[in-house]
């Protein structure tokens, strides 16, 4: 929520005054989950006419079974089954 506000400060010094009043950093329970890096994985690319339902159908199936490879990988059969 914060980060419009602080590219106006940033692009904008005419905003400057509103500095003050703009908290550094809103707490929240998630905080040590936000600290830590997040890994980009990339999605494989599927020759598929997403106008056509049949193939949304298809990239769909494909997306479903490469994330729960990830999701397998990252936490096992464990979290899988216990959710």
Known sequence: MLF????ILDE???FSWLQK???AHIFHPYQA???Q???VL???IILKDEAKHED???ILGQYQQALGDVYMKAFGMYMLCCM
């Open 33 to 35: 989950e936000m600290r």
């Open 56 to 58: 949304c159908i298809d």
């Open 12 to 14: 904008f010094k005419d």
């Open 4 to 7: 419009t506000p602080r590219r």
């Open 21 to 23: 009043v703009l908290p």
């Open 42 to 44: 990339q999605l494989p």
């Open 37 to 39: 890096k997040s890994e």
